[in-house]
């Protein structure tokens, strides 16, 4: 009973406009329109929150920051190489000249076969002595560049005995591959005859498969000590993304880079089960955290994509096309100087000199592709860093790091011919575009803009 009259209090206060339309309908009178309001619309105005970003302005911001003294240094040693590539080729023709005019080579060959009947021994004897004569023409050129013109620039931490020490690791390895190189070519060059080039390709391209295998495990522990990653957040994060790419690594090793230069590097090497997550303790002391992650994004990259084998492969064709040169080549030079040389076939083992200058030339000639082969996955790890880390402000920091030797803005044909990376300026310009069309996501937009 209480709730009765509000109930009925209700229905009566909705009744009443029903009534009234009733009323005026028994009286004959048309019916009213309802009571309306004008309501005025108007187009709001679309505000857009999205940050404004040029991406070109970004790199130059970023790219003026080496400048004076600093870039002049970049790019005087990036494009002294250039020459220096020129004076290595020659240095080691007239090294090979000396060998074959004054009769040395034959002198070898000789000697080699008085000590033993065997002729992959005889093979082995000679590529010693090769490798050994060559390195000690070369010495001077080489403690110039490796020694002399590194301390020039600020790019060495060694002293000279150091540096020497270093230098004799590589040639005892260098000994080592013509021991079991050397007897294999001419031992295929014998039996393949006239298609001794495409054996001899596939035996160098097995060997430069066995030691990518080896490199990490067994050949870079000769220069280098490597340790264990300390525990930290870093590490974790490292682990996390490689993790997160399906990298089979359950550790990171740091490099004592610094006792031989200052250089920022990093990298996953390995092949076929060798893998390792490695960093250099300059990029570490030198590179901001941020940093870190974006150059091991872009070295996770190269395994993530396969880099390894498609250099295996594109390198191969190349070598094979080498080996197809030297043939070539030493059929025309020996028709023409055999007889001073006293080496007529290629099974002679005194027209290794030959080859090795003929494989020289080639690779010398060789050179806008070899770089374009290299350049081109170094530009698809570039991008793979930056979509797997999202940091491209700290890509971009790291690339200015490695101005102090790598030239930062070279013309076109320059970097096409000479760069085997990316040049700084198309590196920075990547990472800003990236982030230019990245920049309406919630990570990206806040970022600090160079501009």
């Known amino acids: 009973m209480r709730l009765l009259f509000p109930v009925l209090a209700l229905l009566a206060f909705l009744a009443i406009p029903a009534f009234a339309q009733d009323q005026d309908q028994m009286q004959g009178l048309p019916p009213r329109a309802a ?31 080496v400048s004076g003294q600093a870039r002049a240094n970049s790019d005087a040693y990036f494009e002294g190489g250039y020459w220096l590539m020129l004076v290595d080729l020659l240095w080691l023709l007239a090294a090979t000249g000396l060998l074959l005019w004054l009769g040395i080579s034959t002198a070898i060959r000789d000697w080699a076969a008085e000590r033993t009947h065997s002729r992959a021994a005889q093979a082995m004897i000679f590529g010693v002595a090769y490798v050994a004569l060559m390195a000690i023409a070369q010495f001077p050129l080489t403690v110039y560049e490796g020694y002399f013109r590194e301390h020039s620039y600020g790019l060495s931490n060694q002293d000279f005995m150091a540096w020497l020490g270093d230098f004799g690791t590589g040639l005892a390895l260098g000994l080592v591959a013509a021991l079991i190189l050397t007897p294999l070519l001419y031992g295929a060059i014998k039996r393949a005859r006239e298609t001794w080039w495409l054996w001899g390709a596939g035996l160098v391209i097995l060997f430069q498969i066995v030691t990518v295998v080896i490199f990490p495990v067994f050949i870079a522990p000769l220069f280098n000590h490597y340790s264990p990653l300390p525990e930290s957040p870093l590490k974790n994060e490292i682990l996390s993304l490689a993790r997160a790419n399906d990298i089979p690594a359950d550790n990171v090793w740091l490099v004592d880079a610094s006792r031989q230069s200052n250089r920022i590097s990093a990298n996953v090497s390995g092949f076929l089960g060798t893998t390792r997550v490695s960093l250099n303790d300059n990029l570490l002391n030198q590179g901001s955290h941020d940093e870190v992650l974006a150059v091991l994004g872009h070295e996770m990259g190269h395994y993530v994509m396969g880099h390894m084998t498609r250099l295996i492969l594109l390198g191969g064709l190349v070598t094979i096309v080498a080996f197809a040169f030297m043939n070539w080549g030493f059929i025309l030079l ?6 001073q040389w006293q080496v007529r076939r290629v099974e002679d083992i005194a027209g290794l000199p030959v080859l090795a200058a003929l494989f020289s030339i080639f690779y010398f000639l060789a050179t806008p592709v070899t770089n374009t082969i290299t350049r081109t996955t170094e530009h698809q790890a570039d991008i793979f860093g930056l979509d797997a880390v999202r940091k491209p402000d700290a890509f971009a920091t790291a690339m200015l790091k490695l101005s102090t030797y790598r030239k930062l803005e070279p013309g076109k044909w320059e970097e096409i ?3 085997d990376h990316p040049s700084g300026r198309t590196r920075i310009m990547d990472a800003m575009v990236w982030k230019k069309e990245h920049i309406r996501d919630v990570d990206i937009r806040d970022m600090v803009s160079p501009q």
């Open 35 to 65: 009571p309306t309001v004008h309501v005025q619309v108007q187009q709001l105005a679309v505000v857009d929150a999205t940050p404004k970003f040029d991406a070109e302005r970004a790199t130059n911001a970023y790219l003026a920051r």
């Open 334 to 339: 020996t028709e023409l100087f055999g007889g």
């Open 417 to 419: 011919v000479f760069y």
